[in-house]
């Protein structure tokens, strides 16, 4: 049986623990552990593990991508359902401009709630740039623009630098470094600039959802290790 937090009701972990879900799914794994309870295991986000460090007890596993959703997606399986569906031709370049710009994106989301806690970035929309159907991210546009919304000017400012060093020391699979809602969020906006479409909001997660099968995800380290766990 699989319970997502948010519909789970923990008498001792209440909705308004530290941390919102990810933070009651941890106390509930410490508290597992202390009881010796091995017939459960609690699953969180990685979210920007690398920008967030928590720990993690024994009846606790995180995800090696940034979260659950985000395993099934495939850049060309996305360019061809999306011509298909709705008739949309995404180029090799602006398909890396939708994947680029949301891993920038949610990197320096992780990133502010590292250095800026309980702030809130202003919304993305205003600072995002379609040219000849590539989308790209005015960074310092943002920041500027979330300073007005919580005023912190050098905080906010040195994100910048924060986020050049991660784009620097950052290797490997972009999925990792991708918040599906923010790629959500990227997708739909590109959408309604270049076509015209509105997509519903949450489209991107409920589609990959849709494309997850146990070929596909049975490949990645994190559900290897989640299989052996239940066996």
Not at 11 to 28: E, N, W, Y
Not at 64 to 86: F, K, M, Q, T
Not at 145 to 168: C, F, G, H, N
Not at 201 to 228: D, I, M, N
Request: include cysteine.
């Amino acid at each position: 049986m699989i319970y997502p937090m948010p519909s789970v009701d923990i008498d001792k972990f209440t909705p308004s623990s530290r941390g919102g879900d990810k933070g009651r799914v941890l106390q509930v794994a410490s508290f597992l552990d202390q009881q010796r309870i091995d017939r459960v295991l609690c699953v969180v986000d990685k979210d920007g593990e690398s920008f967030h460090k928590f720990w993690l007890s024994p009846c606790c596993l995180t995800t090696d991508l940034s979260c659950v959703e985000i395993y099934p997606l495939d850049p060309d399986d996305l360019a061809g359902y999306l011509s298909r569906a709705h008739l949309v031709q995404l180029s090799t370049d602006a398909l890396a401009g939708l994947i680029n710009t949301s891993r920038i994106a949610s990197t320096l989301g992780w990133l502010k709630d590292q250095r800026l806690p309980g702030r809130a970035l202003a919304r993305i929309d205003r600072s995002l740039e379609v040219n000849a159907q590539i989308i790209s991210l005015d960074v310092k546009d943002w920041l500027t623009r979330s300073i007005k919304v919580a005023p912190d000017r050098e905080s906010w400012m040195l994100l910048e630098d924060d986020l050049l060093t991660a784009e620097q020391n950052f290797t490997g699979d972009s999925r990792a470094l991708i918040n599906v809602h923010v790629m959500d969020t990227v997708l739909r906006f590109w959408f309604r600039r270049v076509h015209g479409i509105n997509l519903a909001e949450g489209w991107l997660e409920r589609h990959l959802r849709g494309q997850a099968t146990f070929a596909s995800l049975s490949k990645h380290e994190f559900f290897q290790q989640l299989k052996k766990r239940l066996e």
